[in-house]
């Protein structure tokens, strides 16, 4: 596992790369996070155990993500990821991790780039944009929708309607956890994770 600071499409972000065998995964942080919420919770020291491939990058869209500078567009950090990721791992698609904005960063991204997989926790506006709604019914690929019963920033009654809407999706309800129910159930996320990323991997 290598940190590295990089300068792509104008921005300096610092990254967290692994290389190894099979499909690469890309872990993009929430607003007020950066990458440093993927080594407190053990999940890149995990993957690197497992020798699987990954990407956690800091990101553009502000607060406490060190990049610079900073730059709230969607469609400028979907293009700053698409970028940094070929950059590193070349054409081959990825399974992409993130969750609230990051969440709704990475439902953008697939209807742009191609991906195997996406596991994604109380992705944030999965609604609010009609084009992107209208993709839904051409994901083709593994989504799994990770919900909190004590979120109260997005309502379980959404993921739900969002898991019906996707045609290979399925929603795993954490109890008792809150908007971000990686951080509560750890174990959780990295075991979900893993099963995930095993069906989209042989796809």
Known sequence: ????????????????????????????????????????????????????????????????????????????????VAKTYTTIFGETAPVVVSASLGGYIALKYATQHKVKGLFLIAPAHAFDDEALVKAYRSFDFPVHIVWGTNDTVISGEEMRTLTQKLPNAKMLTYSGAAHLAYQDYPEWFKRDLLMLYASADTT
């Open 1 to 80: 596992m290598e940190a590295k600071t990089l300068q792509v499409n104008g921005c300096k972000c610092q990254a967290l790369i692994h290389k190894a065998k099979g499909t690469p995964i890309v872990f993009l942080h929430v607003l007020s996070y950066n990458l440093g919420v993927r080594q407190r919770i053990g999940v890149t020291e995990f993957l690197a155990e497992k020798q699987v491939s990954f990407l956690a990058l800091d990101m553009p869209y502000r607060l406490k993500s060190p990049c610079q500078p900073k730059n709230p567009s969607p469609q400028k950090n979907i293009d700053f």
